[in-house]
């Protein structure tokens, strides 16, 4: 039987760090949006930060207007983002932790200990039409959590299991991998779709595109990366042929 297809999101951040490193107008994010729905990615993640390190409030602002794929608005669960998604209503709400200090997306939410709070702050984004995803662990604990507080998405940190690799670690790699392939199937078994995500690479994507379970891989850092090298559509679209080869 063949897998259902599988949704690529190219997440634009980096390009807007590099932008920002200079102060400059360029490279244009938005510009990189348009490179990756011409590539053959299905959806657009943008990550709006407190301290816009990266993607800044005009972005999005100009990503609505831009693009015709699906915006992914990855932000914390706080009343200004809140509010900011609300008046934009992108496709997709993508609720991670953030702390200040970190470079990148450190874990996955701790929605157990937080799932009150996370269902109030949920329902309004929900009624506003946005597709809600959690960034979280493969932790059952946090994957029950999550249905428990009305998302529908859950986007599972695959960070430890890619940092593994590039370690060199492969006996820790393949536990961390099924704990993982578990996660999926627990989240896929109770009415979640299930999203992976972080630090994927053209090495690492392969086993994951092969789960069938899996509706889509969100992959930014290493395309901006490649893109360097061999250009971005060019490096979305090797990512794509890879994903699908896996897939099939």
Excluded: W
């Amino acid at each position: 039987m063949t897998n259902p297809p599988l949704r690529l999101g190219v997440n634009i951040d980096h390009v807007a760090t590099l932008r920002n490193a200079r102060g400059s107008a360029y490279p244009d994010p938005v510009r990189a949006a348009l490179v990756a729905q011409e590539a053959g990615a299905d959806g657009i993640t943008a990550h709006l930060r407190e301290d816009r390190r990266h993607i800044i409030d005009l972005d999005i602002e100009r990503l609505m207007e831009a693009i015709a794929l699906p915006l992914n608005f990855e932000m914390a669960a706080t009343a200004e983002m809140q509010a900011i998604a609300l008046r934009h209503r992108p496709h997709a709400v993508c609720l991670v932790p953030e702390k200040r200090e970190e470079r990148t997306t450190e874990g996955g939410l701790d929605v157990a200990s937080d799932a009150n709070r996370l269902t109030g702050f949920i329902a309004p984004l929900r009624e506003a039409g946005c597709r809600v995803s959690l960034f979280i662990g493969h932790d059952p604990r946090q994957i029950e959590a999550a249905v428990r507080v009305g998302a529908a998405v859950v986007e599972l940190h695959t960070g430890q299991y890619c940092e593994l690799i590039a370690e060199g670690r492969p006996d820790a790699a393949a536990e961390e991998l099924a704990a993982l392939r578990k996660g999926v199937a627990l989240a896929h078994a109770a009415g979640l779709e299930v999203h992976a995500g972080h630090g994927l690479s053209f090495d690492t994507v392969a086993p994951f595109a092969a789960m069938s379970e899996l509706r889509e891989l969100n992959i930014g850092h290493f395309l901006v990366s490649e893109a360097v090298f061999m250009g971005l559509g060019p490096a979305i679209a090797e990512m794509r042929r890879l994903m699908d080869d896996a897939r099939g």
